[in-house]
């Protein structure tokens, strides 16, 4: 791994990909930021501006319609406050693993070659994804503003972030997450002052609208929500970036505390949206041709023309932005934890390319950003629980093989849970995909939450069973100690700023190019 941190420049984002994957003394592709802005950690909020794409647009606002009030602050809170858990895990595993930049890289020398593959590929689907989503939104959104077919902006849109992310990599993606930051503050600004502005509330539609009061589903998403979303940014790359690059644990702590702020701010904003458009009469709820995802453009319908346009601007930016972020991001995590940099970036890129059809494909046919985005967290929400276990040195025995099991246990789960609940092994099935969304009017959508996490414990504890089952009748018939229990040496030699799982031999440093990589592998079973 060709990689070098600069910690003692993190605050300039610290780190970066070139198509070797090295970086540059002073990274001449960063805007020139002030030294007050630079040590308020600015980069943390862009990180966190990063997950913020169109799709939010659609996913927030149309729960506002559903859940109300209770939604809105329970869905912007969840999508917030699981920032901090890369203030408080991030020093954790940049102790155990200083030299890794990716939670994938601590996962490969914990639990082994396969239990990092397994977890990239969890990434690299989590990415595809998010790709689906934007694109599907920017369809949706371009058709819902302009009335033409959204296609060809998708296409281009597509064109022009593969040209650019090739050749320039993740330079121009970092330049865009600034970008990305400026139009999300720019499309609230703009937006909140023309909507309370321009917008006549009915406060008659208050009422009997309902929005006000709490709901079954509402109280169900004080748990869904929060494991969905923090389990799932435990994938976002962009996250674990900054956590390593940062240059004490202070400031990633008040990097990332001013990121879950700004998020929750904007967002907040974003889901009332839903609301406004209910309470003006924009959206009727009781109108089947309309449908919430697309209560903040129905809202804008009322505003003048000209504030239409500029949202649709930032709109588009906003979107390039992600999707370019998704794309250098997906080739980055097969380019190091799939191939290890030895295969060309070039055929890697290609792969990219290829991949985006079938993203293209399903996003013009994704019925809902809100599911997409379900989906990633139910796979999130299965594996993430059984990963992290190996965090507390408590666990020094748990292995990468229940990592592994636990991870598609937990996805099975959900399958015999929705098998059971409705009485079929077709809606089962379908509970997996949650096709419903959280709309089902029941505890479907909330019993395959509970169901993903606890049952991908249990079969990883059922797993550690069958393993160490295994490994004492293995001793027993080759005459050796049992010693899968064994506290590992690696516990009792621990050396400040060095990794805590590798020999000496293991560790490879080259002083005149700064880069350090480890060889080191953890125990899979």
Not at 154 to 161: G, M, Q, S, Y
Not at 261 to 277: M, Y
Not at 278 to 284: I, L, M, R, Y
Not at 381 to 386: K, Y
Request: with cysteine; proline share 4%.
């Amino acid at each position: 791994m060709k990689l070098r941190l600069y910690r003692e420049h993190s605050n300039k984002l610290g780190l970066a990909w070139e198509s070797d994957c090295r970086f540059e003394e002073n990274p001449p592709f960063l805007p020139p930021l002030t030294e007050k802005f630079l040590k308020a950690n600015l980069s943390h909020f862009l990180s966190g501006c990063t997950a913020l794409g169109s799709g939010i647009l659609f996913a927030y606002p149309q729960l506002a319609t559903i859940t109300g009030v209770q939604g809105v602050v329970v869905y912007a809170v969840a999508s917030a406050a699981p920032l901090l858990i890369f203030a408080f895990l991030g020093p954790i595993i940049r102790k155990k693993c200083p030299e890794g930049f990716v939670l994938t890289e601590w996962t490969r020398q914990r639990y082994g070659i396969i239990t990092a593959l397994y977890l990239s590929f969890l990434t690299l689907v989590t990415m595809f994804l998010y790709m689906v989503a934007e694109l599907s939104a920017l369809q949706q959104i371009m058709t819902a503003l302009t009335g033409m077919d959204g296609l060809p902006m998708v296409i281009v849109e597509c064109v022009v972030t593969t040209i650019y992310t090739s050749l320039g990599g993740f330079k121009i993606s970092f330049i865009t997450d600034n970008i990305q930051g400026a139009m999300v503050v720019g499309l609230i600004i703009i937006a909140t002052i023309t909507v309370g502005v321009e917008t006549k509330i009915d406060k008659s539609l208050i009422d009997s609208s309902g929005l006000t009061k709490p709901t079954l589903l509402g109280w169900q998403l004080l748990y869904i929500l929060p494991v969905a979303i923090l389990t799932n940014d435990f994938f976002l790359s962009n996250f674990w970036i900054r956590a390593f690059a940062s240059k004490t644990d202070k400031d990633l702590w008040i990097g990332i505390s001013i990121a879950a702020v700004a998020v929750l701010i904007i967002l907040t904003l974003v889901g009332t949206s839903g609301l406004i458009a209910a309470w003006s009469g924009a959206f009727d709820p009781t109108n089947p041709e309309q449908d919430g995802s697309i209560a903040f453009f129905l809202l804008l319908e009322q505003l003048p023309a000209w504030t239409v346009g500029i949202v649709l601007v930032m709109v588009v930016s906003l979107s390039t932005a992600a999707f370019d972020s998704f794309q250098s991001a997906m080739v980055s995590t097969a380019s190091n934890d799939l191939f290890r940099n030895k295969l060309n970036i070039w055929w890697i890129r290609a792969a990219v390319v290829l991949i985006i059809f079938p993203v293209v494909v399903i996003a013009l046919k994704a019925p809902s950003i809100l599911q997409i985005y379900l989906i990633s967290d139910l796979v999130s929400a299965s594996t993430i629980p059984v990963l992290i276990l190996g965090l507390n040195d408590r666990f020094y025995w748990w292995r990468g093989f229940e990592v592994v099991v636990g991870g598609l246990g937990g996805i099975l789960s959900v399958f015999i849970f929705g098998t059971i609940y409705f009485g079929s092994a077709l809606q089962g099935a379908k509970l997996m995909l949650l096709e419903q969304g959280l709309y089902g009017n029941d505890w479907s959508a909330f019993g395959a939450f509970v169901a993903a996490p606890v049952g991908g414990l249990l079969w990883g504890f059922g797993a550690l069973a069958v393993r160490l089952t295994y490994r004492f009748f293995e001793a027993k018939i080759k005459g050796r100690r049992f010693d899968a229990l064994d506290r590992p040496a690696y516990l009792d030699r621990r050396v400040e700023g060095t990794s805590e799982y590798a020999e000496d031999g293991e560790i490879h440093t080259d002083p005149q190019a700064g880069l350090v990589t480890v060889d080191h592998k953890g125990k899979f079973f």
